[in-house]
Each structure stands twice: as C-alpha cells, then as structure tokens.
C-alpha cells in the first residue's frame, strides 16, 4: 500500500525521563507496510542507527499521490544489512489521511 513511499519520522515523546528528546526529523523511504502486524519496514537514508531510540513514541508521516498518511508508533527493531538501514515501526493507532487540495 505505502511501498516505496517517502516518508519521516519524527520522535514525539521519550519514555525516559534521563535523555532529552531528539527534536531531528529522519527521512526514510517505506519497504513494507504489514498490515496484519500493523508494522511499517522502513529504510532510513540519513543519521545513525543508534540515533533511534526503543524507548520513544515516533509519529511516521508518509507522503502518498493523495496527501499524507500519518501514524505513531515505537520501533521495534531497528538493524543493518545490505539494504541500509532498517527500522521497524510498530502503529499504535492505525493512520489518519490528510488529503491535499
């Protein structure tokens, strides 16, 4: 549905109270959205892996040929292979559409 799609993901909330949060915006580009697992694969093109915390809540606002789809949700896995590097983003919610007039 979303494949291919660019997308960015921002961090909205950290869990822990000891780290600042990360005010950078990351762009990604969509591999996968499962939506039996409600999980969208991700592939980051900017910053470092270590950069994305497990212990915050993330808002993905995907760019679609109708608008933007946007969703929030924390990273489950995060990794690297020959692809890049890989993020896997769990909804918490499902998405919302804002459409572009």
């Known amino acids: 549905m979303y494949d291919g799609d660019r997308a960015t993901l921002a961090m909205k909330h950290y869990l822990r109270e000891e780290r600042e949060m990360d005010t950078k915006v990351y762009s990604c580009t969509v591999i996968e959205y499962k939506k039996e697992t409600e ?3 991700l592939l980051m093109s900017d910053g470092e892996l270590t950069d994305i915390s497990l212990d915050a809540l993330y808002e993905c606002r ?7 789809a946007v969703c929030s949700g924390m990273i489950k896995e995060r ?7 890989i ?3 769990q909804i918490a919610n499902g998405f919302y559409e804002i459409n572009v007039k």
Do not use: F
């Open 62 to 68: 995907i760019k679609t040929i109708k608008g933007e």
């Open 87 to 89: 993020l896997i983003l």
């Open 39 to 41: 999980q969208v694969h």
């Open 79 to 85: 990794y690297e292979n020959r692809a890049g590097m």
